[in-house]
């Protein structure tokens, strides 16, 4: 991987296949997965305005994001240019889910799922964000058909028929037969593109997020509980860690309590089931609507991740339902890439089976 930043002076245009705009998870994930499909011929830029810090992240305050066994497979196909699938690296670094109790609060019964149960390894994995996104550091970084613009921005956007013409913030200038748009939720890319985002529903509930650590050992297990403010989810990470997501109308109440209080709330909301909650780390607060672009593909334009569709983070779907579509995309992209096609050509995107989701407001 290159890496261009502000000190760049030179201003000609610089020609690549793809260009992605953001380089967190989505867009990181993508550009390997491109780079994987066509063994690493294909050549990628990436522009980012500002990639996180994961060297000042601490594992105690990352955030999490739980991975479904169909996305681990999928994972398991992507293999950087050296070294292992990024599918083996979460392996490494992620905790499995043995067992997943889910429960409506206030009511009798529940539901248990086992993975011994469905003759399977693991219902999931939960990998811890800061540990993720250090491992894509290190793989974009061995491949040579990848440069990292960043920190950087698009200021201007040329689509024509025959490529995308792109300006970044330091005056430098791209091209790209295929522009993805991957800077999350309220998109400037889809917005620059023409591309309206609809808001589908406002769930007048805000998800409060951290990580809680116990005094016992949580044995794998994940739990998610229906409750009146909204769903509350535990889900297990390393040692007696535990990722935290606690949907509820009125958050500034909870935010503004101090870490004892919290978690004394927290205690009193969960029950006494895996021991005491002893610590708890910064909270972020989100709130959650339902959004999705009116389209994910145009001319030489894809729109993929939160920027195509933000979802509710119930059963934590949003980022497997994003990675089966963005999988998909590189695939369909590899292919037309392998075969000397176009692979910004709408009659080849539009083929693309994003499986836009109906979703209507309730």
Known sequence: MRLNGREMENKTTTQFDVVIVGGA???SVLALALSSFTHHKISIAIVEKSLPDYEQQGGFDARSIALAEGSLQKMGQIRPLAGSSLGEMISEIGTPIQQIQVADKGHFGKTTLKASEQNVAQLGMVVELAKFGRKLTACLAQQAN??????????????????????LKNGEKLSCSLLVAADGIQSQIAKQCGVETVKVRDYAQSAIIANVELSESHQNQAFEYFTPQGPFALLPLSGNMMSLVWCVKEPNELIQLSDSEFLARLQQQFGWKLGQFVRVSKRFVYPLILQKAQSHIHHRLAVVGNA???????????????????????????LAFN??????EFSLLSTLRMRERKIKPE
Do not use: W, Y
Not at 147 to 164: A, D, K, Y
Not at 339 to 344: N, T, Y
């Open 339 to 344: 075969q000397g096609k176009d692979i910004g």
């Open 25 to 27: 998870v989505t867009g």
């Open 308 to 334: 195509a569709q933000m979802l509710h983070p119930v059963a934590g779907q949003g980022f497997n339902l994003g990675l089966r579509d963005l999988t998909t995309l590189a695939e369909l992209v590899a």
């Open 146 to 167: 990848i440069t990292l613009f960043c920190p950087n921005q698009v200021v201007g956007i040329e689509r024509s028929q025959q490529h995308c013409g792109l300006s």
